[in-house]
């Protein structure tokens, strides 16, 4: 069994919507190359079978995304998407092509944020690639509404939920109306490898964060590592900054990274529920687990 569930690798840091919930990097705006992407699958090998293409940026917009694709499955890596969904007709024909992509994540509550957002013909777009991605193909569809807040679970405390959840009913032709609950709890299924689930609206951690606890558990160097546009290691999929510098892709050998003594302090910190680095202790998400 390899070393790591997930492998996030972030083709672009660039995005084409402001969403407050996932606030803009201030890194340099970077795009990986093909050339770039197919090193980093070649160092990371090893240590896994699935590479998730997303951090920040919206991975629809890189250039080369067919080519992307396409390497993850000479390199025998299943793909994992996760986009905003805006740009779906544009990228539909490398997606559909795509026999690496195992799943692509849509997060609805993007439109939240945005405004000239063509609705109807978002979920159109959105609803329209499920049902061909399930009638053809085996990759898994995830629709996302994260948008709950901790003191209002209901999916109705968004201006959009409900009319959202009353498209998919009329669009995948349920019987039953959809039930927050069951969305919330484990998911809906809305067809075959097409599914909906809710979640809290998560703060991305940052060290201006008033939220301090040195006690939590993560995943972060356990089962999921990061690596940044530029080629930075990161330990975590939520480090879009490039805080916690562990080593650079490009210029070192994953495997010496993997042996630095910061990663292992992170790795062992979590194995003991301590948060060894100051940004892990300012971030909300690690108390879930």
């Given amino acids: 069994m390899k070393k790591f569930k997930r492998i996030y690798v972030e083709i672009t840091n660039i995005c084409n919507l402001a969403c407050t919930f996932c606030p803009r990097t201030k890194r340099k705006p970077r ?41 993850c499955g000479e390199k025998g890596v299943s793909a994992n998407i996760t986009t905003n969904g805006t740009l779906i007709p544009q990228a ?17 509550h993007s439109f939240d944020a945005n405004t000239g957002i063509d609705f109807e013909g978002y979920l159109k777009s959105v609803t329209d690639a499920a049902k061909y991605f399930s009638a053809n193909t085996k990759t898994i569809t995830a629709l996302r509404l994260w948008n709950l807040d901790r003191d209002n679970t209901t999916l109705e405390n968004r201006a959009r939920n409900l009319h959202i959840l009353e498209y998919l009913e009329h669009s995948f032709g349920l019987d039953s109306p959809i ?9 809906v299924k809305l067809a075959e ?49 490039g805080v916690i510098n562990l080593g650079n892709i490009f210029t070192e050998s994953f495997s010496d990274i993997l042996r630095s003594e910061r990663a292992a302090a992170i790795a062992e910190g979590f194995r003991n529920r301590t948060a060894a680095e100051e940004l892990c202790r300012h971030c909300s998400f690690k108390d879930r687990f």
Avoid at 41 to 66: F, V
């Fill in 193 to 241: 490898r097409v599914y909906l689930n809710s979640d809290y609206e998560f703060e991305w951690p940052s060290l201006e964060n008033s939220h301090y606890s040195t006690e939590g558990f993560c995943y972060g160097m356990k089962t999921q590592i990061g690596i940044l546009a530029d080629g930075t290691v990161v330990p975590c999929c939520l480090d879009g900054e």
């Fill in 179 to 187: 039930v927050a609950a069951d969305i919330k709890d484990k998911g």
């Fill in 31 to 71: 795009t990986m190359s093909a050339a770039e992407f197919l090193h980093v699958l070649e160092e990371t090998g090893p240590y896994t079978d699935y590479i998730y293409l997303h951090i920040k940026g919206e991975p629809l917009l890189h250039p080369e995304l067919e080519e992307i694709l396409k390497l």
């Fill in 92 to 108: 539909f024909d490398a997606l559909k092509n795509a026999k690496s992509l195992r799943q692509i994540n849509i997060s609805l």
